[in-house]
């Protein structure tokens, strides 16, 4: 089952670079997490969708904004799979070919 936590980050009053972030949604109810609204534009909302203990997608929302997803943990793993795939070809044929040369 997916975990939905949703936190407000909110630019400080004091410093420039401050951040003030504050949980609003914990749950398991997806409908309940991607309806949380941003009430100001100085906010925005990061929404982390987590399974087994990983957070597997992050999406973020602004002030009268859609939710943007920004980090895919499946498409990433997919990617990196396929470039391990490539790769271990390349590998398995230059070492066929040295395996050839060292029986001359």
């Known amino acids: ?24 949604y914990a749950g398991s109810d997806k409908q309940s997490a991607f309806d949380c609204n941003v009430d100001t534009e100085k906010s925005r909302l990061i929404l982390d969708v987590w399974f087994n203990g990983r957070v597997i997608k992050s999406f973020s ?20 799979i396929q470039d391990y795939s490539e790769k271990l070809c390349k590998a398995q044929e230059t070492l066929r070919l040295i395996d050839g040369a060292q029986e001359i």
């Not at 089952?1 to 609003?24: A, S």
């Not at 929302?61 to 990196?80: G, V």
């Open 1 to 24: 089952m997916n975990t939905y936590v949703v936190t407000e980050e909110t630019e400080g009053w004091r410093y420039l670079d401050e951040i003030i972030k504050q949980t609003i």
């Open 61 to 80: 929302r602004s002030f009268e904004k859609e939710w943007i997803l920004f980090f895919d943990q499946l498409a990433i793993t997919k990617h990196e």
